[in-house]
């Protein structure tokens, strides 16, 4: 136990188990924000912050993001009932 290092111990886990760590830290932290925020205002934060990440993605690959809005609209479009369509 004398050479036991947690810096040895995060490195191995982070360089052989790496989508293993991220989720399990994602998901540590998720659930910490809903025991302290709640569920809805953290789900409010992640989808937000989801929005935030997939538009700084479309911006820094130089998309088009007028094609990106028109495929969202015609996505609300087809979930929202014709009645409430003007």
Do not use: Y
Request: with cysteine.
């Amino acid at each position: 136990m004398d050479n036991f290092s947690w810096k040895k111990c995060i490195t191995n886990l982070w360089q052989n188990h790496r989508a293993k760590t991220i989720g399990f830290s994602l998901g540590f932290i998720i659930s910490v924000a809903i025991l302290v925020f709640g569920f809805f205002k953290t789900l409010f934060v992640i989808i937000f912050t989801g929005a935030g990440l997939f538009i700084g993605n479309k911006i820094d690959k130089n998309d088009d993001l007028s094609d990106v809005a028109e495929n969202f609209l015609d996505i609300v479009q087809k979930i929202i009932p014709p009645i409430f369509r003007r």
